[in-house]
């Protein structure tokens, strides 16, 4: 077994990695970038080594000097954890060729499984039903128009080397096609540096099944069974549960095989995912993650297998701890993704500072985070700070327990998902086990979980009273003591006094008090929602516009946000331009 391993990631997998090796007695080595000198990531290691600049390009994606800090701290293997290099084939030679031990996949399967469509190639010659599409990618736009006719629209539009929702949009039509197409080969190119892009046809509203797989250099391979990640935005994970509400033991024995056999063809070895669209009693090979997944949490609770554990056993050459006999799944698990995001604007991310931070707890509640008080979220990495996790007896009451751990989670004055986490897990569709898609997708459903100002129900029911008039009906609570016990007392106008007898300071005017925020309400000018840099600009200065037309893209925290036109009129004044830095609430342009 090692006795040093260097974690290549950052924030809460770098900490979940740490926990473990801790747990094997193993020394554990963190990289940092100079933006996460003071990360919590860094404080869990044993020792730390700073990479580089705050850009992962130059830090945490720079294999050299990772080697390098390697050699330098005498750490024998190296966990990529996800994201990153984690499923980067030149990454798991370059460890090879130091000496130092990749705790992943072999090169060659990472190569099989990461090309998408070589994939596709070897799933369908060892007769695995996949998705209808190529299983070559598209030289060029005019080939693509040739795939599509073939397939039939609607069709999805891959990154070849893609994963995570990253290089993937939907063309409903020709009209579509040219835009989605280059969107996935930029994306590709900027992420997975592969700009190759494959088609298939798009599924409406499949289920997303996972299979958990390990499998060791001794010929042993099983499956863990399954997780539904169908709650997405963006075609990226939101919510994700174990076992799947819609997999019967019989399906459950099928794509386990699947997933099984698919580890076989590449000899793999080590934690991986295969991903799969189930349409009512039918399963579709997707895609395979070379790597531990994001949400292994939720098999790890109705398993109790450590996936960590065992990637660094098969890693050091020894056998799984389990056969297939002895997996048996216990419960239900839930896993929320605690992103740094608003929802009630489409999901734009929200970096920003953490002042007031306490995690949930109890029974059957588990939280992996990154985070503390005094941490910082900042636009240049991913926008998931922490995991929250439950587990219970069956679906309903981890549900519950859920929403009860989501009330109790504190982070403040950070923007997270956390409301909409508890809205959607709080509807009929959720409890009927659906996709939910007719609310991630719904703008205004999205829009009524922006946090109302404090006040707020006083003020609409004052109608169509001043300012002044309003402010005097504002609400208040205060913790009132009588006879011993506690009382939680709201008082509508005028002004109570504090503690010390001084009556407390009034609200700001409501003109000064932000809203929903993002967009420029009804004015001419139209905002910034988030903080990023200006991808593209597709408005002109001088043109008519219509309300909800696209303006620009701002990207920010890995993602390509559109900006729409608030109104309908005329852009009188631009004020972007391409590669341009932008901050939340500087002005895009005037529409009059």
């Avoid at 926990?19 to 080595?29: D, F, N, P």
């Avoid at 730390?48 to 390009?57: D, E, I, Q, T, Y």
Wanted: glycine content about 10%; aromatic content about 4%; charged content about 30%.
């Amino acid at each position: 077994m090692f006795e040093k391993v260097l974690v290549a990631n950052r924030g809460e997998i770098a900490i979940r990695v740490m926990r473990t090796l801790e747990e094997m007695g193993i020394a554990s080595v963190g990289v940092y970038s100079e933006a996460d000198r003071e990360a919590p990531h860094v404080h869990e290691a044993d020792e730390a080594f700073l990479l580089g600049p705050p850009v992962a390009a130059e830090s945490y994606l720079k294999i050299d000097r990772i080697l390098e800090v390697a050699a330098q701290a005498g750490a024998e293997a190296i966990h990529p954890g996800y994201g990153f290099l984690a499923e980067n084939a030149d990454f798991a030679r370059a460890c090879d060729e130091a000496g130092a031990v990749f705790i992943g996949p072999p090169a060659a399967a990472i190569d099989a499984m990461g090309s998408k469509t070589r994939a596709r190639e070897i799933m369908k010659e060892a007769g695995v039903p996949i998705v209808p599409g190529a299983t070559d990618p598209s030289p060029d736009l005019e080939a693509a128009r040739e795939t599509a006719a073939e397939i039939g629209y609607p069709v999805a539009c891959k990154a070849a080397g893609g994963g995570g929702g990253k290089g993937f949009r939907v063309a409903r039509s020709e009209d579509e096609l040219a835009d989605a197409f280059e969107g996935a080969a930029r994306e590709g190119e900027k992420f997975f540096s592969d700009d190759r892009v494959y088609l298939e046809r798009y599924l409406d509203d499949p289920r997303h099944v996972e299979v958990q797989v390990l499998a060791d250099s001794h010929g042993n391979v099983v499956h863990l069974g399954e997780r539904d990640c169908s709650i997405q935005r963006r075609h990226q994970k939101l919510i994700e549960e174990a076992p799947g509400p819609h997999v019967d033991a019989e399906m459950r024995d099928r794509i386990g095989t699947i997933a099984t056999e698919a580890a076989r063809a590449v000899d793999y070895r080590g934690a991986g995912t295969v991903e799969g669209m189930q349409v009512d009693d039918e399963y579709f090979f997707l895609e395979m993650n070379t790597r531990v997944q994001v949400e292994h949490c939720v098999t790890e609770m109705v398993t109790g297998i450590d996936i960590v554990r065992e990637q660094i056993r098969v890693a050091a050459g020894e056998e799984l701890s389990i056969g297939q006999e002895e997996v048996e799944l216990r419960g239900h698990a839930i896993e929320c993704r605690i992103n740094a995001e608003a929802a009630h604007k489409n999901f734009a991310p929200a970096p920003g500072k953490i002042d007031h931070y306490i995690e949930p707890a109890g029974p059957g509640v588990r939280v992996d985070s990154g985070l503390r008080a005094g941490s910082e979220v900042t636009p240049l990495y991913d926008p998931m700070v922490a995991k929250l996790i439950t587990w219970d007896v069956d679906r309903e009451r981890a549900t519950a327990r859920m929403l009860r751990a989501l009330g109790e989670y504190e982070i403040e004055p950070l923007t997270t998902l956390i409301p909409f986490h508890r809205a959607i897990l709080a509807t009929e569709q959720w409890a009927r086990g659906e996709t939910c898609r007719d609310l991630t997708e719904d703008r205004e459903w999205l829009k009524s979980l922006a946090p109302q100002p404090p006040g707020r129900e006083a003020e609409e029911a004052a109608g169509g009273a001043s300012e002044d008039e309003a402010e005097q009906q504002a609400e208040r609570t205060y913790a009132v003591e009588v006879d011993g016990r506690l009382h939680s007392v709201k008082v509508i106008g005028g002004t109570a006094p504090t503690a010390d007898g001084a009556a407390p300071g009034r609200r700001p005017p409501k003109r000064q008090r932000s809203g929903s925020g993002g967009g420029g309400g009804g004015g001419p000018t139209l905002t910034s929602p988030l903080q990023g840099s200006v991808f593209k600009v597709v408005a002109e200065q001088g043109a008519e516009v219509e309300e909800g037309a696209l303006i620009c893209v701002i990207e920010a925290m890995k993602m390509e946000n559109e900006i729409t036109a608030h109104r309908a009129g005329k852009i009188t004044e631009l004020n972007v331009s391409e590669g341009a830095a932008i901050s939340t609430g500087d002005p895009i342009a005037t529409i009059e």
